[in-house]
């Protein structure tokens, strides 16, 4: 069971390389703009997050306060990729707050899974 847990594990943080790097190469590239490739990232970390939060496979007690928080800056991050999609659909452009906000929201919630004990 450790051993699963570990994978899901592995697999969340492969979720986070991915809606951090698409967001790093648009950012060095000077675009500004959401791709799909962030929403993917921020949907696998959000289902493996998810498949972590059930206390299965370990001997410990969870901390549901740091998962809570967790889950809502993780939902915050959702609505930005959701609302920068439309948005950009709708005018061709992403206003740098949005954009800017989704990197920062992602660091710190990979700030937060590894500082928060």
Avoid at 91 to 97: D, E, I, N
């Amino acid at each position: 069971m450790e051993i699963l847990r570990h994978i899901v594990v592995f697999i969340h943080l492969i979720g986070f390389a991915v809606l951090f790097g698409s967001w790093v190469v648009e950012a060095v590239a000077h675009r500004i703009r959401v791709t799909k490739l962030m929403t993917w990232g921020m949907v696998i970390a959000a289902v493996a997050g998810l498949a972590l939060a059930a206390p299965w496979g370990i001997e410990y007690d969870l901390n549901y306060t740091k998962l809570g928080v967790k889950f809502a800056v993780l939902l915050v991050i959702g609505a930005l990729l959701g609302i920068g999609s439309a948005r950009q659909r709708k005018t061709g452009s992403l206003p740098p707050a949005i954009f800017w906000s989704i990197g920062a929201l992602t660091l710190l919630n990979a700030g937060l899974a590894v500082i928060w004990r």
